[in-house]
DNA sequence: CGTACTATTGATAGATATCAACGCTGGTGG
DNA sequence: CCACCAGCGTTGATATCTATCAATAGTACG
């Protein structure tokens, strides 16, 4: 089962015809450097990408050459779905780290979407990107720097384990803290701050880009973290993802 | 021809029959008054919500009981086309100004979606949100209060050129300075003197909830604004859309 | 006429940016 | 092998922006 597979999972149930329709998705894989372009404002690719491994991100870059984040993509999230509908890319993606990122077909695109299932679950993930978009926005436009990280780590520590990307608490986490900055709309000096800050407080420990949470229940807090908006399944399938 | 019509006519061309069918979608009606709740979060509502005149909000509360706008919703556009694939709301809906809300039941939607030209055109809608939304999140990232708030008005004149509701580089602002600032991320006060920065430019005039756009090349340029990631069609329709 | 909401102003406090510098690391070329 | 350099994390000092507090005036509305 392909990580495409398992996030959707997390939302539909598949049947094996679906399933293995799906792993048709991770035939044609790039491999990329960290750093790297993957689609450019005002492309129009001809493929839609998926990040299989590694970290990248969606940016802007405005007039002054200060880059804004918008979004991380990891392991089993889309780069481009709009591509099928809209003239080409108003933003940037490119690789945080080294990253796997399969290529599909329109083709193949089209007949996923053929299948209702699939299709739901599909529609699912973008809502949930869209979602997350306007957490985001909450996120930077009333928490301070502090909490801002702290949010931002509380999410990313379960949108991994939905693809089974953490170790118990913890997880990679290849980004730099200039990239982190750019992402919470804050300074680096500012956001390096902020990480000592959730370190003092013996919530996390960040060492060789392996992030520890020592205190999930504390960062949430601190947060104001609500998992309630990346609209996973409250079964029990995961421990993390409770209301509270 | 109804606002919505109008709207996906800015992206897809549509048949009689096609324009026949959207026709059906302002058949229910709602009034609301100013400030009233459309749908709460937590909700899971049965139908859609289609702004047909008015202004609208996306919204959440936070703890500290301080409230994130996180979209505007004007004529033309939908509430909660999500409701479809999530279990429930995570943000809430409430009006801005009075409002004439259409409601569409489930089977209309469906229907619509049945048409090809109508579903690109739909999800061309969704996908514009979505830019918006990181457009948004871009503004607050990384703009001072003056710039946000320059920004804000550059989209605002255009969406709402798009379904004809400006009067020349004029339109009717019906939201209060406090949710201005809810908007931006900024205090009330904060917000106020932010406009009055504008009006001392002469970029701007606002009486009477009529706001006037003295000087759009002025106001772009202070706000950094790029209409690109409005996907309207560059055409020659819009005379104020182009790139500039 | 009072009440609530909105816009406005001034003064002060607090948060974050900016500037400058330093150590550490890994890579790279001589 | 070593010197050099670039990127990253870190620290301190200062400047700038924005929030907060408090007060006032205008306006709509019952």
Request: aromatic share 6%; net charge negative; with cysteine.
């Amino acid at each position: 089962m392909n990580i495409l597979t398992r996030k959707l999972m997390n939302f539909v149930s598949l049947s094996e015809a679906d399933r293995a329709l799906l792993d048709q998705t991770t035939r044609a894989v790039r491999e990329y450097g960290p750093g790297q372009q993957v689609i450019a404002e005002g492309d129009a690719p001809d493929h839609v990408h998926l990040v299989l491994d590694g970290f990248a991100c969606r940016y802007k870059v405005s007039d002054g050459g200060e880059r804004s984040i918008m979004a991380y993509l990891v392991p089993g999230d889309f780069c481009d779905l709009h591509v099928f509908i809209l003239k080409e890319m108003d933003h940037t993606i490119a690789t945080l780290s080294p990253c796997r990122i399969a290529e599909i077909s329109r083709s193949l695109v089209l007949q996923l979407t053929e299948r209702p299932t699939i299709a739901r679950g599909l529609w699912w993930a973008t809502l949930v990107d869209e979602a997350v978009l306007r957490e985001w926005l909450v996120n930077i436009g009333r928490r301070d720097a502090v909490e801002r990280l702290a949010h931002l780590l509380c999410e990313l520590l379960l949108r991994l384990e939905a693809v089974g990307m953490t170790f118990g608490e913890s997880f990679e986490l290849p980004i730099t803290q200039v990239e982190l900055a750019d992402t919470l709309g804050l300074s680096a000096v500012h956001l390096n701050r902020s990480m000592q800050a959730l370190r003092a407080k013996n919530l996390i420990t960040l060492n060789n880009k392996k992030l520890v949470v020592l205190d999930f229940d504390g960062l949430k807090a601190l947060g104001s973290f609500n998992p309630n908006y990346l609209h996973l399944a409250e079964d029990g399938r995961s421990r993390l993802a409770q209301a509270s």
